[in-house]
């Protein structure tokens, strides 16, 4: 099906199932520990042996010798795997550095080696006896130190630099100036479950099963890497345990368990430890951020600048740190740069909302500076500077942006009209105490995604799509989907997911997943409603599917007389895409306690107000808002990989020492939909929620800090020291 005109009145509209709060149609499988995540057992027919990974000791250099004499040696040892053994690999096209280094090592962590054994402790104790000599070579991994080589650099088709009018000339004149420069340091996923993998071989045909949120193109990568057919490989991930970005690719796991199955003639079990997650997958990068703004003394913005430096191992992305800034304000005198400096750090890669949340970190702040300057109210400023149309593409309206009404209403509910404008002014005994907001932003990619949905003659619905759930409820609001198109109840539908042998769909990633994934779930079920009306010999203009029957007039046929029939679609966004701006948009707010004596810093309340398009299930788009909003407070006040600028890696590799929010560092969470149907977006007329709640929420928390201290810390994360 080709979406390029506003989607019209359709099945979906019905909302008899489809915007309703659900629970979780897998809930039940995940809480009894019957849902197969990707190290469990898939297969009773197969005993995989377990493989260990070896990290490289160095961040850059050359493997000068390995004797793996001792460790093959050892209990239960059946094959040591290393680029002498594996042959020439390939490059996935999502992968920047080797999943297997040598001789050549380029991060400390990258897998040099993995020795395969009988059990998971006889492979770990074989591998502290790998012993490797590397001939250390000098790395760079100071970002700071390396920002002047930094080059400028894109992301897809983003240009990596953008001007409007005479930013320089503008800035130079405006009343009111604000130049600032922020910092955001390496963040890690630090999702539940670590990568996994078991791999199995029949004959040159490779199963594995694996914790990815993008099958099809994680298929393309294996092939790249294994230099092999892509009919020759299935990858099997039906459950995850957290992905947020971090399993957007393949990583070691995936390529060293197919190697040591195939070295070994058997199937292999690899899982990363906690400790080689931090160094041995991706990251997001630091940013640099330097956001000068101008304005008349009236509020009105006539200059606005924004440049990001991060880095990257050679040939990476940017942290896409200017992106919101290209259309979040009005303003006609424009520039944005992006930039990215070679490191031998790890490689960095999306994050969840990658750009935007540490753009937003920056630049939310900087708003807030700026309207504290002007003497005014930081959300009349962020108001009186709208726009509806793309600020750098006037003819470009935007399909939907209710960033006015989301902070009217936050302010409304969250007593804003209470905030004390000079900061320091309120204590609560101990505690100091501040209001903050910040305004959300994330974009509305859309993906082509497909499905295959079949009708059973007990009148089931079956779904079948590699669409991945990585916690974000997919399963169910595929299931709603086809309930809804269907005219069935949910208990009525299965939904089979996360396997290459299904229809290739959207996957998960870039909050595209819950509105891409059902439109292609939509596109089948019109085509099996087509197939059922033909067979059943209704007029396919006029016939209802309700209540498990199809009707027209007064004729009606209980929908299973139809037999079985299977469909097949898959949604493609046509068109639609250059007339329109498709962004979401939200207003956090935040307030914060600071200990007045130790400036310990509490969240006492948090809000968000979201406008997202239709939203599918406000049960599940509530938990990812709140889930981001808890990511948002990791940001602005915990989450830090500590970069060693002499040997080059991230200290910090573990949950000890990388610390992220626990439930007594968050208060209760409120989040509010706007009401909101985009026709523009695609026929389910939803966006996307996942990646807009941690948009705007760090420096909402930083701004309220500021409210209560008067002490501004431009440098995440926002530890009490820096208030001292
Ligand atoms: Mo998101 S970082 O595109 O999974």
């Not at 019209?8 to 039940?28: A, F, H, M, S, Y």
């Not at 010798?65 to 239960?76: E, I, S, Y």
């Not at 209403?409 to 309120?426: I, N, Y």
Request: hydrophobic letters at 40%; proline letters at 5%.
């Amino acid at each position: 099906m080709k979406f390029d005109t506003p989607a019209g009145r359709n099945p979906i509209d019905q909302l008899k199932v489809i915007g309703k709060p659900t629970d979780r149609i897998e809930g039940p499988y995940k809480v009894t520990g019957t849902a197969p995540y990707a190290y469990d057992w898939h297969d009773p027919t197969l005993t995989p042996l377990y493989g260990f990974v070896v990290g490289s000791g160095v961040a850059k250099g050359r493997i000068a010798g390995m004797d793996l004499t001792t460790a093959k040696a050892a209990p239960g040892v059946v094959t040591i795997v290393t680029a002498e053994t594996a042959g020439p690999l390939g490059l996935g096209q999502f992968n920047t550095a080797p999943l297997l280094g040598g001789p050549e090592v380029a991060h400390y962590h990258q897998a040099v080696a993995l020795v395969v054994a009988e059990s998971f402790e006889q492979a770990r104790a074989a591998a502290a006896l790998v012993r490797v000599d590397y001939d250390e070579a000098k790395g760079a991994f100071d970002l700071a130190a390396s920002r002047g080589s930094a080059k400028a650099a894109k992301i897809q088709t983003n240009p990596a630099e953008t001007a409007i009018g005479n930013f320089e000339a503008a800035f130079g004149k405006a009343a009111v100036r604000l130049e600032e420069t922020y910092t955001t340091p390496n963040e890690a996923h630090a999702m539940m479950e670590p990568h996994a993998s078991i791999a199995s071989w029949e004959g040159d045909a490779l199963t594995v099963w694996t914790s990815n949120q993008m099958i099809d193109r994680s298929v393309s990568d294996i092939v790249k890497t294994l230099k092999m057919p892509k009919e020759k490989v299935r990858l099997i991930s039906p459950f995850i345990g957290g992905g947020f970005g971090g399993k957007l690719w393949i990583r070691s796991d995936v390529i060293l368990a197919a190697l040591g199955a195939r070295q070994a003639g058997r199937p292999v079990k690899v899982a990363l430890t906690r400790p080689l997650m931090f160094n041995n997958t991706v990251h997001r990068s630091g940013t640099i951020q330097r956001i000068r703004i101008g304005a008349d003394t009236d509020g009105t913005i006539i200059a606005i600048g924004h440049e990001s430096w991060s880095g990257n191992q050679v040939g990476g992305r940017p942290e896409g740190a200017v992106a919101q800034t290209r259309l979040l304000y009005a303003g006609s005198n424009r520039m944005t740069a992006e930039r990215v400096a070679a490191l031998d750090l790890p490689e960095s890669n999306a994050m969840r909302a990658p750009g935007e949340a540490p753009g937003l970190m920056a630049l939310e702040m900087a708003v807030d500076e700026m309207a504290d300057r002007l003497g005014m109210d930081p959300v009349q400023f962020r108001i009186k500077n709208d726009t509806q149309v793309d600020p750098e593409k006037p003819e470009r309206p935007f399909s939907q942006r209710q960033l006015v009404a989301a902070l009217r209403d936050g302010a409304e509910r969250f007593g804003w009209s209470k905030r004390v404008a000079t900061p320091g002014q309120v204590r609560d005994g101990r505690w100091r105490v501040g209001l903050g907001v910040a305004a959300a932003f994330r974009n509305n990619q859309v993906m082509k995604s497909g499905a295959r949905v079949r009708l059973g003659a007990d009148g089931m619905v079956t779904v079948e799509t590699d669409m991945t759930d990585i916690g974000t409820g997919t399963y169910t609001i595929i299931g709603q989907t086809a309930a809804e198109m269907m005219g069935v109840t949910l208990d009525k539908v299965v939904v089979r997911l996360g396997d290459s042998s299904f229809p290739i769909s959207s996957g998960s990633g870039g909050q595209w997943g819950a509105n891409s994934s059902t439109s292609g779930v939509y596109a089948a079920c019109a085509k099996l409603r087509e197939a059922v009306t033909q067979k059943l010999g209704f007029n396919s203009d006029d016939a209802v599917f309700e209540d498990s029957q199809v009707r027209s007039g007064n004729r009606s046929l209980p929908l299973a007389e139809a037999g079985e029939l299977v469909a097949e679609d898959a949604i493609e966004f046509e068109g639609l895409a250059n007339k329109y701006q498709q962004s979401t948009f939200g207003a956090h707010f935040v307030e914060v306690g600071v200990d007045a004596a130790t400036a310990e810093i509490r969240v006492r309340r948090m809000l968000a107000v979201c406008a997202g398009g239709r939203i599918l299930n406000p049960k599940s788009a509530r938990s990812q808002v709140i889930g981001a909003m808890t990511m948002g407070v990791g940001a602005a006040l915990m989450e830090e990989l500590v970069v060693d600028k002499t040997r080059g890696f991230f200290v910090n590799h573990d949950l000890a020492g990388y610390e992220v929010p626990v439930h007594a560092d968050i208060p209760h969470q409120e989040v509010i939909f706007l009401d909101e149907v985009d026709p523009i977006s695609s026929p389910m007329k939803a966006k996307g929620v996942g990646e807009l709640g941690i948009c705007g929420c760090a420096a909402a928390v930083a701004n309220a800090i500021y409210n209560a201290t008067g002490i501004r810390v431009r440098d995440y994360p926002i530890t009490l020291d820096k208030l001292l």
